[in-house]
């Protein structure tokens, strides 16, 4: 089982649950190749082999990134007006970045020739980390067969749009300007 499956099974209609599964997998794939394209250069490795290259590539993926996130709005908004938690005192089933997710970016964009404010680097790869972990976390639910309740359910995927679709976005643009 994986995370589409408490997604799809919530929904009020099936073409609502697709289009939101298929949205939410994009941008966790985008997601995961920025968070991975900054890990391997914390790690040294200096793919692709020029600055220049880098800095394009960091662009590309926040832009990938950007982009999902975008794509994200209309069918999340839709399923939350859909969802109809029966009570409105729900919480987030997933909590916020650890400890190993605070990293200190300067360091590794100066290393790695990349010019970019660390600042929103940090933001983006705290928040689309934590997206990540929400979509894992629904995926270990489904598979223990402990899924959520509506309420739950509404009030993650509430933080996690407004988040993404705030500050989030706003940092993407910036990062793939």
Same mark, same amino acid.
């Given at each position: 089982?994986?995370?589409?499956?408490?997604?799809?099974?919530?929904?009020?209609?099936? =073409?609502?649950?697709?289009? $939101? #599964?298929?949205?939410?997998?994009?941008?966790?794939? &985008?997601? /995961?190749?920025? +968070?991975?394209?900054?890990?391997?250069?914390?790690?040294?490795?200096?793919?692709?082999?020029?600055?220049?290259?880098?800095?394009?590539?960091?662009?590309?993926?926040?832009?990938?990134?950007?982009?999902?996130?975008?794509?994200?709005?209309?069918?999340?908004?839709?399923?939350?007006?859909?969802?109809?938690?029966?009570?409105?005192?729900?919480?987030?089933?997933?909590?916020? =970045?650890?400890?190993?997710? $605070? #990293?200190?970016?300067?360091?590794?964009?100066?290393? &790695?020739? /990349?010019?970019? +404010?660390?600042?929103?680097?940090?933001?983006?790869?705290?928040?689309?980390?934590?997206?990540?972990?929400?979509?894992?976390?629904?995926a270990a639910a489904a598979?223990?067969?402990?899924?959520?309740?509506?309420?739950?359910?509404?009030?993650?995927?509430?933080?996690?749009?407004?988040?993404?679709?705030?500050?989030?976005?706003?940092?993407?643009?910036?990062?793939?300007?």
């Open positions: 089982m994986s995370w589409n499956t408490v997604i799809e099974g919530n929904a009020a209609s099936e =073409p609502t649950g697709t289009k $939101l #599964v298929y949205q939410l997998r994009a941008c966790e794939v &985008a997601a /995961v190749a920025f +968070c991975r394209l900054l890990e391997r250069w914390g790690r040294g490795d200096a793919v692709p082999a020029t600055a220049g290259a880098r800095q394009a590539a960091l662009r590309r993926a926040a832009d990938r990134v950007e982009t999902a996130i975008a794509g994200l709005e209309k069918p999340l908004s839709r399923y939350l007006l859909e969802l109809e938690p029966d009570r409105a005192e729900g919480q987030s089933w997933y909590l916020g =970045p650890g400890a190993a997710e $605070l #990293v200190e970016w300067r360091p590794v964009l100066d290393r &790695a020739g /990349v010019c970019a +404010c660390p600042n929103r680097v940090a933001s983006v790869y705290l928040e689309l980390a934590v997206l990540v972990r929400a979509l894992e976390g629904l598979m223990l067969d402990v899924m959520p309740d509506k309420s739950t359910l509404w009030a993650g995927l509430f933080d996690l749009r407004d988040t993404l679709l705030g500050s989030t976005v706003d940092d993407l643009r910036a990062l793939a300007a």
